[in-house]
């Protein structure tokens, strides 16, 4: 399996910056994804990283250093609609994906 | 679009019955996948299928079983209910190319008594 860490709970004003942090430890590595999730509903895909780097979509952008086996997800300009579940999840050797277990980012006016 | 259907959406189940959560995509994509979700503990893959025909055994199989007559169809079957598995559970399914983008079906919300 792997071993994949994100921090629980993280709380930001409408207008600010958040980045939240993962890190994994794996066997094999095909890729870092993000997800997002509201709540009662089904996770929907944000972003994806198998290279080194930074991938930059819209508001939010998703960097990737496979040395460190560490990705953050930035969040840019929040709004309250961005109040979700963040889900960091790795694909390995397999390809099979495993999950952490989220992010639950709360955006206060 | 339809994308990916699970049914039902919430069942309450006796301990020891048998039960189905079915799901159907329509997007003809050769991999699927079953996974639980459970608070503190994030999604848990229990089985999945690369390609109709195949399956293969995830993070937590025991007590599920999967089978994938046809592309479209995943159902996942837990023979013999028990508490522990109270949870809700997600279909997906990938076109299987390098992005891998999983697309989800709205969940099955199981409670088993």
């Known amino acids: 399996g792997q071993n994949i860490d994100q921090p629980t709970e993280m709380t930001a004003t409408e207008g600010a910056i958040v980045q939240i942090n993962c890190t994994y430890q794996?066997?094999?590595?095909?890729?870092l994804f993000w997800y997002q999730q509201h709540a009662g509903e089904a996770p929907t895909f944000l972003s994806y990283?198998?290279?080194?780097g930074l991938e930059e979509k819209g508001r939010f952008s998703s960097f990737l250093s496979r040395s460190k086996g560490y990705s953050y997800l930035l969040l840019k300009e929040l709004q309250m609609k961005d109040s979700a579940s963040y889900l960091c999840?790795?694909?390995?050797?397999?390809?099979?994906?495993?999950f952490g277990a989220g992010t639950t980012v709360t955006v206060r006016a | 679009i339809a994308g990916i259907t699970q049914a039902p959406t919430s069942q309450i189940l006796a301990a020891g019955r048998r039960m189905t959560l079915r799901c159907t995509q329509d997007?003809?994509?050769?991999?699927m996948y079953w996974y639980r979700q459970d608070l503190g503990l994030g999604l848990r893959l229990i089985h999945y299928?690369?390609?109709?025909?195949?399956?293969g055994k995830g993070e937590v199989p025991d007590g599920y079983s999967v089978s994938r007559a046809n592309t479209d169809d995943f159902p996942l079957t837990l023979a013999s209910a028990v508490p522990s598995q109270t949870s809700v559970y997600f279909c997906?399914?990938?076109?299987?190319?390098?992005?891998?983008?999983?697309?989800f079906g709205e969940g099955s919300r199981l409670t088993v008594l």
């Open positions: 794996t066997s094999g590595f095909n890729g």
């Open positions: 299928s690369n390609t109709a025909g195949t399956t």
């Open positions: 997906a399914s990938s076109e299987g190319d390098d992005t891998g983008e999983l697309f």
């Open positions: 997007m003809r994509h050769n991999a």
């Open positions: 999840a790795v694909r390995d050797g397999d390809y099979k994906l495993s």
């Open positions: 990283n198998v290279l080194d």
